[in-house]
């Protein structure tokens, strides 16, 4: 893993720009053409040029005039400067104007506190969370699957129940993000898309409550990672679905969901910006050359970086037709290895801390050749996690119990229980998700009462 000292501190956040409204007859005033800054940019003034090509960009003329506080908001949020006419700028006069429908809901940037400062306590228990857990995640798993069935025939999003399944999870996370985290280990391969963009919520919302963001910011971020891949749903099945690798036409294809996206959340109502946003630069990278539009670090937003971070991880530890899932061990040292070039390393880092070495649901062999489920991370013993053994050392199935491996519970032959590694489960025949459908953990909880 790279070492501190090598990250960077963020760069200002830029954003993807809003398309600007059609142009009115107005008056105009002559003034000489000077570069802005767009911290000094005001509502009236005649845009010209950027300090970057206007393909790079969505505005969808080459030269507007800013009318709105949303539209002084997207120039600002994509340039550090520009140039205004030299003779057009509208008199600002006093009266009142109707307002129009905003494309976005207001919001304030994410902000980040002190790296330094340690993750929030968890706020209840693993065990008293985990009811509460199941019917938030159950109830975001149903929003997520009826909203992709609406887009695919054709409708909007429905963002009030979004945003609601959104609060349950960061209710739930920050009580015990161990249980969201065990239950997002239990996907559905039949229904990727829509496992993915639950466990991207959850995932960035888990990273978000490591490095303390506020409450608001965790529900942004949240919506943010359910949202980022809608636009898959308007690629052609027989490309999504491909079951084998994807020729160079189907990739462009494919890398048309971003914009796709992008423009599917603009035309929902109640919407934040950063929800659309994400959706169109969750595949750009720090060094310029992710897609579509090969943004470098500064030109990214927080919430960009953090629902990348959630997306690859996610991506490489899933099931999908012709690639294999990769353990939790091969994805955080493929993260490693691409922080600072695709990914923010600080973040990188985070990620791996917020998930813990053994994650909450992954499967792990022992030095004694039982094998067991991860339960609950211990912020204070983060190698010995509480585990449910459910193959004994000669690899068969044992009545399940739950074990403390910070309390140095030791072994029939009185050795102490230790993890050797993380495994796969398809190595071993192992069903993961049968156990949490048979209630193993509850089982399991009663047992060790």
């Not at 960035?204 to 943010?224: E, F, K």
């Not at 050392?393 to 032959?413: C, G, H």
Request: proline share 5%; hydrophobic share 35%; net charge positive.
């Amino acid at each position: 893993m790279m070492p501190i000292e090598s990250l960077w501190p963020f760069g200002r956040k830029k954003k993807a720009p809003t398309k600007r409204l059609e142009h009115d007859d107005v008056s105009y005033s002559s003034l000489a053409k000077i570069r802005v800054p767009v911290d000094q940019l005001a509502i009236g003034m005649y845009v010209t040029e950027l300090d970057r090509p206007w393909v790079e960009t969505s505005f969808l003329f080459q030269g507007f005039e800013i009318k709105t506080e949303a539209e002084l908001r997207a120039v600002k949020d994509i340039c550090d400067y520009v140039y205004i006419d030299s003779t057009k700028r509208r008199k600002i006069v006093q009266t009142p104007v109707k307002a129009k429908k905003k494309v976005f809901a207001s919001e304030k940037p994410l902000e980040i506190p002190s790296y330094g400062a340690p993750p929030p306590k968890k706020l209840g228990q693993f065990e008293k969370e985990f009811s509460r857990a199941e019917k938030a995640y159950d109830n975001a798993e149903a929003v997520v699957s009826d909203f992709m069935r609406v887009v695919e025939n054709g409708g909007g999003i429905d963002s009030v129940l979004a945003k609601n399944a959104v609060s349950e999870c960061v209710e739930s996370v920050l009580h015990s993000p161990d249980a969201m985290l065990w239950l997002s280990q239990l996907r559905n391969k039949d229904e990727y898309t829509a496992q993915h963009s639950l466990n991207v919520s959850i995932l960035s919302i888990v990273l978000g409550r490591h490095i303390n963001i506020s409450v608001a910011d965790l529900n942004r971020v949240g919506l943010c990672g359910m949202m980022h891949d809608v636009g898959k749903l308007l690629i052609p099945p027989e490309i999504l679905h491909k079951s084998v690798p994807l020729d160079e036409e189907e990739i462009r294809t494919m890398k048309t969901h971003t914009r796709l996206g992008y423009n599917l959340i603009k035309s929902s109502g109640n919407m934040n910006s950063s929800v659309a946003i994400v959706a169109l630069t969750h595949h750009e990278q720090l060094d310029g050359r992710g897609y579509p539009r090969r943004l470098q670090e500064n030109g990214i937003s927080h919430f960009t970086k953090i629902v990348s971070i959630a997306n690859a991880y996610d991506s490489m530890t899933s099931d999908k037709g012709h690639q294999k899932g990769k353990t939790h061990l091969e994805a955080t040292h493929i993260l490693t290895n691409l922080a600072g070039t695709h990914f923010d390393p600080m973040l990188v880092v985070k990620f791996i801390e917020s998930i813990g070495v053994y994650p909450p649901g992954s499967l792990v062999e022992m030095t004694n050749g039982c094998v067991a489920l991860v339960v609950e991370v211990h912020d204070h013993a983060k190698l010995r996690p509480k585990v449910v053994i459910i193959l004994d050392e000669e690899k068969n199935p044992v009545s399940e119990r739950i074990i403390d491996l910070s309390s140095m519970a030791k072994d029939k032959r009185g050795n102490v229980y230790t993890i050797k590694n993380i495994i796969k489960a398809k190595d071993w025949n192992v069903d993961v998700s049968k156990y949490y459908r048979e209630g193993l953990l509850q089982k399991s909880f009663t047992m060790s009462r």
